[in-house]
């Protein structure tokens, strides 16, 4: 049954023949076209009554756009690709003269790095309620050309995953995608008119394959940068304090972010360690921290280190400037 159009086919006449669809500097893109590599087909399905999947599988350049077409921002990895999307739904409705086919589709890819040592999965992308949509002259049978997309307009629910070669390269906490999109073009089909039987379920009815492209944008998650950076301060490093020799020092945080609730180790040697707890620090704050030196340490000189956040447990902007040591002049 002809069913009626609903509105946002206007959105998805767009088709990502090549390139990306570039929103914004936030964003990464992620493309490729089988027309740039002359791998053969790329899409692949149908041939009986049940038949309700589209599939994909290929070697092609993952193309990443980390800069938005500026100098410097292109990475490309060799990799195997595969999808796999199933048909949860089907209109047809007729529109400019001809019909538009459309299926509803939940399914998922993946792209792994080609010939790595562990066949390392690039990145993986599922979704649902995404539309593969195809303009044809007749009712029971689809078109040349197909569109596997999801914008914003239409879902949103797309998960997107780098793998470990791409956050390598910065490529993490990605938001969902604004668009994808597979172009199915140059469809080959059994009886080689182009054309797609279907029956009025959506089923696709005879084999075919095609070439295609495929191109996303993926919004970076904004991840604050901002830590704190805890040092120790000799200041004044040794003072008497009713009648008793103590270590005496601050602990400052010169970071750009407050630091939680620490521990302060002052190491006097083979006369054991004292552990301090320290209170949170905000940005450019100091601490006091007194310690009475051990009986036995002035021989001549009593030698001391000193090292803040000693178990660790704040994230800091640097890692290698906790500890120092000083001297109690006997």
Not at 60 to 87: C, K, M, P, Q
Not at 225 to 244: A, M, R, W, Y
Not at 268 to 290: C, D, K, R
Request: hydrophobic residues 35%; proline residues 5%.
């Amino acid at each position: 049954m002809i069913k009626k159009c609903i509105q946002y086919f206007v959105i998805l006449s767009f088709v990502f023949v090549s390139g990306v669809f570039a929103v914004d500097p936030s964003y990464v893109t992620f493309s490729f076209s089988s027309d740039d590599f002359h791998n053969s087909y790329t899409f692949y399905g149908g041939g009986d009554n049940q038949e309700r999947s589209i599939r994909g599988r290929g070697i092609y350049d993952l193309v990443i756009d980390l800069n938005e077409h500026n100098t410097g921002g292109l990475v490309t990895f060799l990799s195997t690709f595969n999808l796999t999307a199933r048909i949860i739904d089907y209109k047809l409705c007729e529109i400019n003269n001809g019909y538009i086919h459309q299926w509803t589709v939940n399914g998922s890819y993946i792209f792994r790095h080609y010939k790595s040592p562990n066949n390392e999965t690039l990145l993986t992308v599922k979704f649902r309620n995404a539309l593969l949509t195809s303009w044809s002259p007749t009712p029971d049978k689809a078109g040349p050309t197909m569109t596997l997309q999801d914008s914003r307009y239409v879902d949103s629910d797309i998960a997107v995953v780098p793998g470990k070669p791409l956050v390598n390269i910065g490529i993490k906490n990605l938001d969902k995608p604004v668009d994808f999109a597979f172009t199915l073009t140059h469809i080959v089909d059994s009886d080689g008119d182009g054309l797609l039987q279907l029956n009025d379920q959506g089923a696709i009815l005879e084999k075919w394959n095609s070439e295609g492209s495929y191109s996303s944008s993926v919004k970076r998650k904004i991840v604050s940068q901002l830590k704190p950076d805890l040092i120790p301060l000799l200041d004044p490093g040794c003072e008497v304090i009713n009648g008793v020799w103590h270590v005496s020092i601050k602990v400052k945080n010169q970071g750009s972010a407050a630091a939680g609730p620490t521990a302060t180790v002052i190491d006097f040697g083979t006369l054991g360690t004292v552990s301090v707890p320290t209170p949170a620090i905000n940005i450019n704050q100091e601490v006091p921290i007194q310690v009475i030196i051990p009986d036995g340490c002035f021989n001549t000189d009593c030698e001391f280190r000193v090292k803040v956040d000693a178990q660790g447990d704040v994230d800091e902007s640097i890692e290698t400037n906790n500890d120092d040591g000083g001297t109690c002049m006997g």
